[in-house]
């Protein structure tokens, strides 16, 4: 009888460990972590973007002297 006993007991807890991290879903530390993440990498990607911008800017404007520069010479 205890042997049927501590089978029952070895069964029910066995299949209850897999169940619980199957059904939960994705903690909420780790949603946090990839909140913080993205909104301090989407100021990153702002600001190189606007650095990218500004050097095309600088690029156009220092050929369109360089042309005038020629024309006037």
């Known amino acids: 009888m205890i042997a049927i006993s501590a089978l029952w007991v070895v069964i029910l807890l066995a ?10 879903p ?11 993440k993205d909104a301090v990498t989407q100021d990153f990607k702002t600001l190189e973007g ?4 500004l050097k095309q800017s600088e690029e156009q404007t220092k050929a369109a002297l360089e042309t005038i520069e020629k024309e006037l010479k």
């Open 15 to 24: 299949g209850g460990c897999g169940s619980k991290d199957e059904a939960t």
């Open 26 to 36: 994705a903690k909420p530390v780790e949603k946090v972590r990839e909140a913080v």
């Open 50 to 53: 606007a650095k990218d911008t």
